[in-house]
Nanobody
Framework: QVQLVESGGGLVQAGGSLRLSCAAS????????MGWYRQAPGKQRELVAT???????NYADSVKGRFTISRDNARSSVYLQMNSLKPEDTAVYYC???????????????WGQGTEVTVSS
């Protein structure tokens, strides 16, 4: 059974920092790309940042220079360091894995349950 488990969300004041973690489990062989998406109340889910297995990264314009995505392929984990947080960063943050290969099969995309981030002004 494949699982993506996020941690690290919480409440922080504007200007503060949080570090999100996501660990994939379930006898995983390979994950092509991992990333973070977020969904604020009343809004659509949007891309925050992605990282390929080779380390190439992509960021939403709104978080460039403030957020850093990183990955540990050996641990099938992805991290999001969020600095200089703003109230508009408040959302549920979801971990995503694209093209996941595990002993249980191939998954084109897989989502975690989400972790809530609240930034107070």
């Amino acid at each position: 059974q494949v699982q993506l488990v996020e941690s690290g969300g919480g409440l922080v004041q504007a200007g503060g920092s949080l570090r999100l973690s996501c660990a994939a489990s379930g006898n995983i062989f390979r994950i092509n790309a991992m990333g973070w998406y977020r969904q604020a109340p009343g809004k659509q889910r949007e891309l925050v940042a992605t990282v390929t297995s080779g380390g190439s990264t992509n960021y939403a314009d709104s978080v460039k220079g403030r957020f850093t995505i990183s990955r540990d392929n050996a641990r099938s984990s992805v991290y999001l360091q969020m600095n200089s947080l703003k109230p508009e960063d408040t959302a549920v943050y979801y971990c995503n894995a694209d093209h996941l290969f595990a002993s249980s099969g191939y998954y084109p995309t897989y989502w975690g349950q989400g972790t809530e981030v609240t930034v107070s002004s």
